[in-house]
């Protein structure tokens, strides 16, 4: 389970109005992409759902449960971000495994978890370095491998490839795209790459001063972009 509805979410940072009502059904399962220029709010709009940033109006609900008092460690909500935020100090099966351990859950139950997303991800040759020892590619892998153990319901991605080169964006997609197809989790992912949105989204929300210019599968935004916008970003000219 992992479906999402997001009703006339606004946010303000003082005067600054930065979501101006945003309305969104995500399907579970279902592999959104959001897109738009810097600071249109991309970053903002995944907090909320996250629960690290609270909305002024609106509502987040889960599975059909309004969220908007549940705590961020309740949501069953895993985040991935630009910059890995990995512990330098720890492992990579002791980044992996944190979270489940400061859940409380049992010590055999966290190993079989990495052991299972580690597996996924290639990554079982790394398990006991840490991240200086990897490549940035390898500790994007780890920062996924973290929101693979937890099991979530929603997987949120905030431009993860953009630090990397090239050659490993591409690889590091295709992994993503893997991962959906393996776990049929739903996912929503952040990215200005118009190549990352048309292969990876089964439909795009495009996103332009804090508001929604248009929702479409890639095809439906490419051959219909509903204004110049749209077009700019991702349609065929016209
Ligand atoms: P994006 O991810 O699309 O680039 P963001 O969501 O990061 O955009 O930011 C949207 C706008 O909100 C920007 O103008 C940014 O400066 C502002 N903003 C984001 N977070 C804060 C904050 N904590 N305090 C004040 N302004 C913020
Ligand atoms: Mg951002």
Redesign the pocket.
């Known amino acids: 389970m992992g479906s999402l509805k997001l009703e006339n979410i606004r946010k303000s940072?003082?005067q600054?109005e930065?979501l101006k009502g945003i309305d969104l059904e995500v399907e579970d399962g279902e592999f959104v992409i959001f897109v738009?220029?810097?600071?249109?709010?991309?970053?903002?709009?995944l907090r909320v759902i996250a629960g690290l940033e609270d909305a002024s109006a609106g509502s987040v609900s889960i599975d059909g449960d309004e969220v908007d008092t549940v705590p961020p460690a309740k949501r069953g909500i895993a985040m991935v971000f630009q910059s890995y935020a990995l512990y330098p100090h720890l492992t990579v099966r002791d980044n992996m495994g944190l979270g489940l351990k400061q859940a409380g859950r049992p010590k055999d139950a966290i190993a079989e978890r990495i052991a299972t997303a580690s597996r996924m991800l290639g990554l079982d040759d790394y398990l006991d370095r840490r991240p200086a020892e990897l490549s940035g590619g390898q500790r994007q892998r780890v920062a996924i491998g973290r929101a693979v153990v937890r099991n979530p319901r929603l997987f949120l991605f905030?431009e993860p490839l953009s630090n990397l080169d090239a050659a490993l964006r591409v690889n590091t997609r295709i992994e993503i795209a893997k991962l959906h197809r393996k776990l049929n989790a739903t996912m929503i992912y952040?990215t200005h790459d118009q190549v990352e949105a048309m292969t990876l989204g089964d439909r795009i929300v495009i996103?332009n001063e804090g508001r929604v210019e248009q929702i479409g599968s890639p095809m439906e935004l490419y051959n219909n972009p509903q204004n110049m916008f749209v077009a700019g970003f991702i349609g065929s000219p016209r």
């Open positions: 940072f003082g600054v930065v738009g220029p810097s600071g249109c709010g991309k970053s903002t709009l905030d952040v996103l």
